[in-house]
């Protein structure tokens, strides 16, 4: 399925028209390409080309800049250890090096059973809970080995599917206002309904919210 | 006192029930600041903010008030936000994003009205898929509450956020790249002059761009007042500054702070700060101002966090984080791992900051190694001094963006303060620290 599919594209119609100029909405479109597939395929990328009247080259190569874009197919989970300085400090390797082995891979790999990609990550902006681990971006703080093993026992049951979705997936929150289409003027009737489906619940209960890193001591003043 | 009585400003619903909802911030003042702000002129929500004095929160400290009041005088005129945050041992904004969306939302309207822009990006690091989600539904809330959108709270003033997410590049924080970036493109950061935002920013409008925390604190300053403000702190260095925690403390994590009135000292060793040094292990020296300032030893703990007190003794309070190092660490293994970030980073277009970094990172890997010879210091000083000529400190600048000259501070500093322990490597033909060798395998770059 390498071009986009008729649900997607409406996304990508909706984000193009956010943006005074169209070129703009190429990485969000990427994104959702991304989310489609799990990676980002040669026919995708040339139907978004087509849809911003660039040419696949320009979108490979702008695409190839960023880190998050993936050309192959990378695991079910992307498992990125951050061995940063915060995270290096406070014993990060022996977690990459531990991860490396319960997974039998070298960082940049996957496994055979097309579940976990490693990799070796920069600062993930949780370095009150060093070291961390993020799963396709959803984050997890003070990771220890034995905290990983059990990490890793969950996914393989499914147990964390409602807090971390499948590789690729950036926001399960849909922009449901203030779309072009429902405003009056050109291209718009003023009567889209807004596209509610249900709303993923925010809260984290397994994963680790960067809001973990206030600490009490903090609130001593008064509001 | 160590820790004062500044009210907490930017950061005080976080951690509460429901903090990102637009119910919970109704609660307590949410969207009170705006409604104020709607009802002044642009004008004198300026002079609130130039009383208030705010340095920008995103690293390079510069006053906020006066960047508006460079902006460009034509139409349209863009407000972006920079919510990249990227920087190493830096967790601020991806904290408040996540903890206090609206507040955000609230302040980048603020600002938009002020500076009369009726389009603003929010930009947010694309590797915070929850802050992204939180944000997105605070916004379709905020066009639902009638704060966003067409004619907002009844009043003449029209405006559209857009939540734009990035991609994973750390140069896309600094402002020309986030603008490139936002125009999806690669994210090359543009040569200033003449492309400084206020004049040619975003598709060659004047744009504004502003860190997520500088205008996080717009709502509390509309209802306080730049006085209220200004009344915390001293000198430059005014209000409250969340100050992001890192390394070896008892109590790594985010700490609000009136910035200008607490030491280092409070910081690290306060019981409800840092909580002293983990093991109570010695104080080796401290990362003052994120991972590309010169490193400052424990003789200075009792200055303040101040940006005027931290640029005193030769480094920058830059975004606020702080990593205090204990006495097992091995400096050179940490001047490796800072140069070997900004190499991985490097967008490439200037070679002092491609091929440096490179150089920089291999020398250095070859020391911890033990495989460096005593020709290696210089040939390190060599080449930062080819990234930044004189590696003095405020860097001199030969690249298109500081990041290239970024890398020298932890190298020189390192060289300064602990020759010897560059020496002991060589002389010794290994690490004297625990774990003594580098990961067994390193991603190449
Ligand atoms: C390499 C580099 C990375 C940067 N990363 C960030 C960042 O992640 N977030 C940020 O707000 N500012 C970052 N900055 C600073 C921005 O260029 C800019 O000064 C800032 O966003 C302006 O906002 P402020 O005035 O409110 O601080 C970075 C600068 C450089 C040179
Ligand atoms: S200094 Fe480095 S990151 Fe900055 S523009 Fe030059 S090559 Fe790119
Ligand atoms: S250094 Fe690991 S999350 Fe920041």
Redesign the pocket.
Known sequence: MPRLNPENLQRARDLIALYPESRSALIPILHVLQEQDGYLTEDGMSHVAEMLDLSAAEVRGTASFYDMFHFEPVGKYLVAVCTNIACMLQGAYRLLEHAEERLSLAPGHTTSDGLFTLEDAECLALCGNAPCVTVNWRFFGDVDPEGFDALIEDLRAGRLDDEVPPHGTLSRVRRNVGLPAQLAGPGGDGKRPAETGPQPDLSTRRTTSAVSSMNAGHLRGHP | MPVTDAPTIVSRRLGRRHSWTLESYLADDGYLGLRKAIGMTPEQIHEHVNTANI??????????GR?WGMLRQAQPVYLTI??????PA?FK?HALIEGDPHQLIEGALICAYAIGADQVFLYV?GEFPLAIERLQAALNEAYAYGAVGERIFGSDYSVDVVVHPGAGA?????????LESLEGKRGY?RIKPPFFPAAIGLYGAPTI???????SNLPWLMLHGGEAFAALGEGRSKGTKLIALAGHVKRPGNYELEWAKVTFRDLVYDPVLGGGIRDDNDLKVIIPGGV?SPWVSPEHLDVTLSNEAIAGIGSMAG?GSIIPMDHTTCTVRAAWRIVRFFHR?SCGQCTPCREGGGWLEKILERIEAGQGREADLDLLMDVCDNISPGVAWPPAQTTI???GP?MPPSVAAGLRMFRDEYLAHIRDGRCPFPPDRLPRRLARV
């Open positions: 340095l920008g929160r995103g690293g390079a400290g510069f006053e906020a960047k920079n919510g990249d945050e990227s920087e830096t904004d690091r750390y140069i896309c924080g600094e402002e020309t790249a986030l950061p761009v502003n860190n997520v925390e500088t205008v590309s975004s980073e963006c500081v990041l970024s």
